[in-house]
């Protein structure tokens, strides 16, 4: 229940971020970052979303959460695999957390 919350709290963050959110220029991070994905065969609906969520995955890390549980709780709404998601945690830590 609460990943479910938690979820619904982020995918609506991430709407009324890219609504309201001015044009952004890719830099060389997200450029990176896409290119992982797309070489890992991770599904995303749009460049944007994904690095939204990238950006969430770190807020949860940032919070304390296991990297693995973030997985688990991403895995579901964005109907990957546990592999998909794992890779996809991996890349958004690596690419946008800080150190």
């Not at 990943?3 to 990176?32: C, E, K, Q, R, Y």
């Not at 290119?35 to 890992?40: G, V």
């Not at 969520?53 to 949860?60: G, I, N, R």
């Not at 890390?61 to 996809?88: K, Y």
Request: hydrophobic residues 50%.
């Amino acid at each position: 229940m609460r990943a479910t919350i938690i979820m619904t709290a982020v995918l609506a963050g991430s709407v009324l971020a890219t609504v309201w959110a001015a044009p952004a220029f890719a830099d060389d991070t997200d450029d990176v970052f896409i290119d992982a994905l797309d070489s890992e065969g991770i599904p995303f609906s749009t460049t944007e979303n994904a690095i939204t969520l990238a950006d969430a995955v770190c807020d949860y890390v940032a919070a304390g959460q296991a990297r693995d549980q973030v997985a688990v709780e991403i895995m579901g709404p964005a109907n990957w695999t546990a592999e998909q998601s794992g890779l996809f945690v991996g890349a958004a830590t690596r690419s946008y957390c800080p150190s």
